[in-house]
Nanobody, 121 residues
Framework: QVQLVESGGGLVQAGGSLRLSCVAS????????MGWYRQAAGKQRELVAA???????NYADSVKGRFTISRDNAKNTVYLQMNSLKPEDTAVYYC???????????????WGQGTQVTVSS
């Protein structure tokens, strides 16, 4: 069917940078919005950043000016460039895509398996 696979997580010191990638594959007719969410231990999952097929973006206030979301529509890939990382950015980061599956009506929400980002102080 459809798979979202994230990569790029890891351990980094405060002030450092990481770049997450997420590739969508399978029976995809069209991808609408794509986004990144995160879930820290003991907390609810929250939106980090999202991007429409046309390139419009929105960010959580906590990451504005530090994180940049982008996408390559030809590669069904979304990226999250994370700069000036802080210990409070530590979480599992999940990729999300709102897409149309080939041969099916309507849009569907798909999630990746998550990638751990740990920022040490």
């Amino acid at each position: 069917q459809v798979q979202l696979v994230e990569s790029g997580g890891g351990l980094v010191q405060a002030g450092g940078s990481l770049r997450l990638s997420c590739v969508a594959s399978g029976s995809i007719f069209r991808i609408n919005a794509m986004g990144w969410y995160r879930q820290a231990a003991g907390k609810q999952r929250e939106l980090v950043a999202a991007i429409t097929s046309g390139g419009s973006t929105n960010y959580a206030d906590s990451v504005k000016g530090r994180f940049t979301i982008s996408r390559d529509n030809a590669k069904n890939t979304v990226y999250l460039q994370m700069n000036s990382l802080k210990p409070e950015d530590t979480a599992v980061y999940y990729c999300n895509a709102d897409l149309v599956v080939a041969g099916r009506e309507g849009t569907y929400d798909y999630w990746g398996q998550g990638t751990q980002v740990t920022v040490s102080s």
